[in-house]
């Protein structure tokens, strides 16, 4: 339907330009008032008709139709959309779609709130008296790209009435009140619910938020107070609206906070501000012994700014933390904010040996030790007790026994997806206590029952069923060979810097020197904290080609390939079909024994994971490796005479692994486009035919309206072989590895292991040769891709692009002299490029500017990046786990340290 049939009442005709295409719009309606008067209340003016500039767009203000004691006034956003590539561009983002040019987010909000600045802010002077009067008010916004059921949740909060004018996806609906109440408290009422559902749709704003805490409860003081309906909402939405701040002092001031419109009694205390409070009245109680405190594991700092505000100015408070935290800690005198790796905490140790301290009197590590594995929870105990050895130490974690009494628990019972454990006593006694105690030295002698009885729930047990174990302890006994706490830091630092913060060198990228400043950052890098530190393999990125006048209406196309590969005299390749499905990397045994023989940690026969680690499933609807694939993998090495295999491959289809990422990222925007351009330009119009397009596009490639089943098969191309052969006393000793191997030699292995697997999906990848001294041979390959990747007139697409590979070995490219050479470059299809650059990226104004792309710096990423995956296979294969350690560090700082555009 087009919206101004579902009782939006827009109706104002706009011309089909490049650079207005897409439109958010909001439609009062308030009964028994004239047009003049509600003009003035809006903004001081009976006709009211405006056109303002706001970010990336134009907002436009207009009367609709409708009888004279029931006006209706219209608001629309019109999106520059060559203003906002520029936008995506510079704020790096990966694709250039979003749902920004045309629904409700914080963008639109915030020229709506200046649209309606003197009725939101109540800014009236004597002219009329009409604004104090009460109405009868609606409003008709859209499109929405949050869920029904969370739009109904919210705006009934704020005791607004939501009904669906239109039955998508994309959300249009009609916001009215029971009873009468004053224009501008229903705007602002609208507007507080609108910015809390939106407030994960900002882009690039730092402070965005923060300013829009500010408005929320300056809007809601003079109302929220006699409402009740505010508790409904969850706690970081209910201080927001209420403007609360944390109970104390102001920590970087020393002041109080300015008192609350609603006392704190009014929420009740989370049981994440119960453990702070016990954390701080601890503390408080023993303040004067407290010269050095380390906040290990602080997360956002929140702990740390309000430990601050209750110890003697002398004493430094040290926040540790991988992450970069959002709030300016350094601003906070007495808080030293330290990024660093908790297992490796060499700017921690830096910190404390520069300065006076003798040793650290307090360490708190709170609801941390549950996101490590088992091998790395007994280090960071080690670490802390033996290393660090503060005087007293606290440490919290949830209590699996009270997880009976949550609802809505991660599919393991857990109460958060990251957590690799969640204790119950004997394990807590186990792995925590009695290490602690009888090899560290330290005393619990003190555990906190986080909720008294009377507030847990029935049938819970006060002693065994708490939501979290909460123990100080103390140290007794030193327990080192060192004389003081100085001198073990500085044996743990050298240790560090000796191990897995020394620099080596890539010996395949000119002797290329990996420096300890990269493999820092790479150890506070989210990929690698998040991933395995013994993962056999990170898949390297691919660089595409450069654009090329060749053929002027492509972005990529392989004449490009050719050009490139042929200036460095290359005459071989190999094009390889790139499937629109998810990176893998398998690594499988051929059974328990051969496992065991190798010597390897990995503690599965066959284990698949992502391009950065992370284990591939569960994914979709599929809990883990098809037992089908596990038994096929196995039986091909049997019949291979081999040990082990590690394989790269593609996963498909794209909605197994994506279909989050599909529904939000790129078919929402779709659908708002569709239906913003509908109403615009109507459905025949080409603009909205690219926006159809795109969709269908998409729906083509990901697959993701489709469920996994016959026509749509759970299917796995092996498309590499990164290493195979044999386990023989404890190591791996390959017979066939990617670096050497011919092409020849890897595809003769993938079509011998693969062989009659399409029963089970597990197929080798498509391919064929090209050669660069035959034409023929080169307009084959061309005339190829564009069939494979090209939707054609039945509204079939096959894949994304082909993948053009070297002939020659790496090594033997090296050996040849020829420099640098990058291993392989990637095509992608001028259809699947819409999912990158846009439904319109192809209109002469915006491919223009899209098609001057600086690919350099991700082939100098791609170069470090193969190179670096081979130490990693390297280091695994020889079972060196600090050289692993160290090259998967290195990788993802090599990788952060070069700005690379995201869209390549």
């Not at 979290?468 to 007794?476: D, I, K, M, N, R």
């Not at 883990?624 to 289809?653: T, Y």
């Not at 894949?799 to 470059?825: N, S």
């Amino acid at each position: 339907k087009r919206i101004e049939n579902c009782g939006s009442g827009l109706s104002v005709a706009v011309e089909n330009t490049n650079a207005l295409e897409q439109k958010m719009f909001f439609r009062l309606s308030v009964d028994e008032i004239t047009r003049g008067e509600l003009g003035w209340i809006l903004s001081k003016h009976p006709d009211s008709t405006f056109s303002k500039d706001f970010t990336w767009g134009t907002l436009r203000g207009h009367w609709e139709e409708g009888t004279p004691h029931s006006p209706a006034y219209a608001v629309s956003t019109d999106c520059d959309s060559l203003g906002f590539l520029k936008a995506m561009r510079k704020l790096n983002k990966a694709s250039y779609v979003s749902s920004l040019v045309s629904a409700v987010c914080p963008l639109s909000l915030s020229a709506l709130r200046k649209a309606f600045s003197s009725a939101l802010s109540e800014n009236f002077k004597d002219e009329s008296t009409r604004h104090l009067d009460t109405f009868i008010c609606s409003a008709v916004v859209g499109p929405w790209v949050t869920k029904q059921s969370t739009i109904e949740f919210f705006m009934e909060s704020m005791g607004i009435e939501t009904t669906a004018i239109q039955e998508t996806k994309v959300g249009i609906y009609k916001l009215s009140v029971r009873s009468p109440i004053t224009v501008s408290e229903f705007l602002q009422r609208v507007f507080v619910a609108s910015v809390l559902l939106t407030k994960n749709l900002h882009v690039g704003r730092k402070n965005e938020w923060d300013s829009k805490m500010e408005a929320i409860a300056a809007l809601s003081s003079k109302w929220i107070d006699r409402d009740s309906c505010f508790s409904k909402l969850p706690p970081w939405a209910a201080e927001a609206a209420l403007g609360l701040h944390p109970i104390g002092k102001d920590e970087s001031t020393g002041g109080n906070k300015q008192k609350s419109p609603i006392s704190h009694d009014a929420l009740p205390l989370s049981l994440h501000q119960r453990r702070h409070q016990w954390i701080i009245d601890t503390v408080v109680k023993n303040s004067s012994e407290m010269k050095n405190v380390v906040d290990y594991g602080c997360a956002q700092g929140t702990l740390s700014k309000a430990l601050r505000g209750h110890l003697p100015e002398e004493c430094t408070i040290h926040a540790v933390d991988a992450i970069k935290s959002k709030y300016k800690l350094s601003n906070v005198n007495g808080v030293r904010k330290i990024q660093d790796n908790l297992l490796y905490p060499s700017s921690l140790l830096e910190k404390l040996l520069s300065s006076n301290a003798s040793e650290i009197d307090l360490l708190v590590l709170t609801e941390v030790i549950e996101h490590f594995r088992k091998a790395e929870r007994a280090e960071l105990i080690r670490l802390i007790a033996q290393d660090l050895r503060p005087k007293y130490l606290i440490v919290t974690t949830p209590n699996r026994n009270y997880n009976r009494f949550i609802e809505n628990l991660q599919g393991n019972g857990w109460r958060h997806k990251d957590h690799f454990i969640e204790y119950d006593r004997s394990e807590w006694e186990e792995e925590v206590m009695r290490p602690l105690r009888d090899t560290y030295g330290y005393r619990s002698f003190e555990e906190l029952h986080l909720l008294p009885a009377e507030f847990l729930p029935d049938g819970a047990n006060p002693d065994q069923d708490q939501p979290s174990f909460v123990s100080l302890f103390q140290l007794e006994a030193r327990g080192t060979n060192y004389h003081n706490a100085r001198e073990g830091w500085q044996h743990f630092l050298g240790r560090l810097k000796d191990g897995i913060l020394k620099d080596f060198r890539l010996q395949h990228a000119k002797n290329f020197l990996v420096k300890s400043r990269a493999i820092s950052t790479g150890l506070v890098a989210p990929d690698f904290i998040e991933t395995d530190p013994h993962g056999f393999f990170r898949g390297p990125t691919i660089a595409p080609v450069q654009y090329t006048k060749e053929a002027k209406d492509y972005l990529e196309h392989p004449a490009a390939a050719f050009s490139y590969f042929r200036e460095k005299g290359i005459s071989r390749l190999w094009a390889e079909y790139k499937y629109m499905g998810s990176r893998a990397h398998v690594l499988v045994f051929s059974g328990r024994e051969a496992l065991q023989r190798s010597g390897s940690t990995q503690s599965d026969e066959v284990r698949i994971v992502t391009r950065t680690g992370r284990a591939f499933f569960p994914a979709g609807d599929i809990d883990a490796v098809p037992e089908e694939w596990k038994q096929f993998l196995q039986d091909g090495l049997r019949r291979m005479k081999l040990d082990f295999a590690f394989l790269d491959a593609e996963i498909m289809p794209w909605a197994i692994k994506g279909g989050a990422l599909i529904h939000s990222q790129f078919e929402v925007p779709g659908l708002c486009a569709v239906a913003s351009r509908e109403y615009m330009f109507g459905p025949e119009d080409p603009a909205t035919e690219r926006a159809k397009k795109f969709l269908d596009v998409l729906d083509v490639l990901g697959c993701y309206s489709r469920p996994i089943c016959a026509d749509n098969p759970l299917t796995m191309r092996v498309f590499g072989v990164l290493a195979a052969g044999l386990s023989v006393d404890g190591s791996f000793q390959p017979t066939i590895q990617y670096d050497t191997a011919t092409n020849a030699e890897r595809y003769e292995f993938i079509d011998a292991l693969c062989a009659d697997g399409s029963d089970v999906g597990i197929l080798p990848v498509e391919r064929f040769p090209v050669d660069l001294n035959d034409p023929k041979s080169q307009e084959d390959a061309v005339s190829r891709w564009e069939k494979y990747c090209s939707m054609g007139e039945d509204g079939s697409i096959a894949g994304e692009g082909y993948v053009f590979k070297t002939d020659p070995t790496l090594r033997e490219v090296a050996e040849d002299g020829v420099g640098l050479v990058q291993p392989m470059l990637k095509v992608r299809g001028r259809d699947y490029l819409r999912i990158i650059y846009g439904m319109d990226y192809l209109e002469p104004e915006r491919f223009h500017f899209i098609k001057n792309r600086n690919v350099r710096a991700k082939r100098k990423a791609a170069i470090l990046q193969n190179e670096l995956s081979r130490n990693i296979l390297l280091s695994f294969l020889d079972n060196d786990f600090c050289q692993l350690r160290r090259a998967h560090a290195a990788f993802c700082g090599e990788s952060d340290s070069i700005v690379v555009d995201a869209t390549l």
